[in-house]
């Protein structure tokens, strides 16, 4: 019986745990790995492409969007 209640204990104590192995597998993985943006610095840092480049791309992954005016003549 106590063994059964050791047992039972130890059981709910990993599975609650947060600082177990099996919650902060996930936490380890996304913080490696680099977000768009990170790697466009990156390029540019590197020389791999110009600042044109890294100026266009960066507009495209922030999401914003140039207005174009339309003048009428």
Do not use: H, V, W
């Not at 990993?14 to 390029?43: E, V």
Request: positive net charge; proline residues 3%; charged residues 25%.
């Amino acid at each position: 019986m106590m063994f059964g209640l050791i047992l039972l204990a130890f059981i709910a104590y990993y599975m609650f745990n947060p600082s177990s192995s099996r919650g902060s597998c996930c936490k380890d993985y996304q913080s490696q790995t680099n977000m768009p943006l990170d790697i466009l610095n990156a390029r540019y840092a590197r020389g791999e492409i110009d600042r044109k480049d890294y100026l266009e791309r960066k507009q495209e992954l922030s999401g914003q969007t140039q207005l174009i005016s339309i003048k009428k003549k």
